[in-house]
């Protein structure tokens, strides 16, 4: 013991240790609020960077899935570019009218009938809707076939095809050794010059 607190009194020594308690409890009062601050301070800090890194990686893998929609479209717009009737053969890129539409799926039809043992008898007057820049025109056939199994190729080719044609009606009756009917397909085009909405 140093020699100043040998020469203190008991009761000098008690009053000593009384202080030293007092600033230890002092010290602790102020100072764990401090450090409790500082560590509920820490503890936000770390969770304001997880929510940051949970928003940074939904962000990646939002931008992976639009993406891939994006391309899916992308593929979805080409399919059916591919299925859409488009120019003529005089002036590439012009927009199709009505008659011409209407030539190019009797034109298709007629030369799938044939592959498939279908005799085209009758074409009626085509019906066409235009809505924006799209033309849909209906082209109603009359039919005779020999042999019912034919039937099913005629219209699984017509389905297949492409540019499309949409078989929206089809009847067939027997008479004697031949089956006749009527069928209804449609056709699509898209006037790709057209200037779109908002530019």
Same mark, same amino acid.
């Given at each position: 013991?140093?020699?100043?607190?040998? /020469?203190?009194?008991?009761?000098?020594?008690?009053?000593?240790? #009384?202080?030293?308690?007092?600033?230890?409890?002092?010290? #602790?009062?102020?100072?764990?609020?401090?450090?409790?601050?500082?560590?509920?301070?820490?503890?936000?800090?770390?969770?304001?960077?997880?929510?940051?890194?949970?928003?940074?990686?939904? %962000?990646?893998?939002?931008?992976? #899935?639009?993406?891939?929609?994006?391309? $899916?479209? $992308?593929?979805?717009?080409q399919?059916?570019d591919?299925? #859409?009737?488009?120019?003529? $053969?005089? *002036?590439?890129?012009?927009? %199709?009218?009505?008659p011409?539409?209407?030539?190019?799926?009797?034109?298709?039809?007629?030369?799938?009938?044939?592959?498939?043992g279908? @005799?085209?008898?009758? /074409?009626?007057?085509?019906?066409?809707?235009? *809505? +924006?820049?799209?033309?849909?025109?209906?082209?109603?056939?009359?039919?005779?076939? +020999?042999?019912?199994?034919?039937?099913?190729?005629?219209?699984?080719?017509?389905?297949?095809s492409?540019?499309?044609?949409?078989?929206?009606?089809? /009847?067939?009756?027997?008479?004697?050794?031949?089956?006749?009917?009527?069928? @209804?397909?449609?056709?699509? /085009?898209?006037d790709?010059?057209?200037?779109?909405?908002?530019?």
């Amino acid at each position: 013991m140093p020699a100043g607190l040998r /020469s203190l009194t008991a009761r000098e020594k008690n009053i000593l240790r #009384l202080a030293l308690v007092l600033a230890l409890l002092i010290a #602790l009062s102020n100072g764990i609020p401090v450090i409790r601050d500082a560590y509920q301070a820490r503890a936000e800090r770390i969770e304001r960077l997880r929510l940051d890194i949970a928003r940074e990686q939904r %962000l990646l893998e939002d931008t992976t #899935l639009w993406q891939q929609r994006r391309q $899916d479209i $992308d593929q979805q717009l080409q399919s059916l570019d591919a299925r #859409l009737f488009t120019g003529n $053969d005089s *002036t590439p890129g012009a927009r %199709l009218t009505v008659p011409v539409l209407a030539a190019n799926i009797q034109r298709r039809v007629r030369q799938i009938a044939q592959e498939t043992g279908v @005799t085209i008898t009758q /074409s009626s007057l085509a019906e066409s809707r235009e *809505t +924006d820049d799209w033309l849909l025109v209906e082209q109603t056939l009359s039919f005779n076939l +020999d042999n019912q199994n034919n039937t099913l190729a005629f219209l699984a080719q017509l389905d297949e095809s492409r540019p499309w044609l949409a078989v929206s009606y089809f /009847s067939m009756r027997r008479t004697r050794n031949m089956y006749s009917g009527e069928i @209804t397909v449609v056709g699509f /085009s898209r006037d790709t010059t057209a200037t779109p909405a908002g530019d």
